[in-house]
């Protein structure tokens, strides 16, 4: 009984630990390396930009709250991603999640005497979510000044 609930736990702990990837498919031209604090993040497209970049992040998460912190995780990288290819801009497109997949585990033992018969179960199960983000790493160009001369 204990070598059942080890491998399922072994499972659970598995499905969880990996569950982040990231993907990045080059469309421009890197430039020298930024720091990340220096990467802003837009939710609408800037006036003038050059893309760099298309970038793409995905995490499991088990809660709500859980999945607020995998997106801004996914945020996080993705803004290290972008500062790495010299992209000054994270310029957001797409958040989304998939539909949940359910994982459960239960254990059971049954007991019998002579004239009776006891059992006693215990189960339970966790709701898994798939949160994607798809953005585009960007540089956008420093606004330029107005001479009156």
């Known amino acids: 009984m204990r070598s059942v609930s080890r491998v399922m736990f072994g499972f659970w702990i598995l499905t969880l630990t990996a569950c982040a990837t990231s993907s ?4 421009g031209v890197p430039r020298s390396p930024l720091l990340p604090a220096g990467v802003r993040v ?4 800037p006036q003038s930009f050059e893309e760099i970049a298309l970038l793409g992040a ?43 997949v359910s994982v459960g ?18 189960g339970g199960s966790l709701g898994v979510t798939k949160k994607m983000v798809k953005a585009r790493a960007i540089f956008v160009p420093p606004p330029r000044e107005l001479s009156f001369e």
């Open 24 to 27: 990045q498919v080059l469309t």
């Open 42 to 45: 837009y939710t609408q497209a």
């Open 58 to 100: 995905t995490r499991k998460s088990v809660s709500t709250a859980g999945a607020e912190r995998a997106i801004a995780k996914m945020i996080e990288a993705m803004q290290l991603q972008a500062a790495q290819l010299g992209a000054n801009g994270l310029l957001l497109e797409d958040i989304s999640d998939s539909d949940p």
């Open 105 to 122: 585990s239960g254990v059971g033992s049954q007991t019998y005497t002579h004239n009776s018969s006891i059992s006693v179960g215990l």
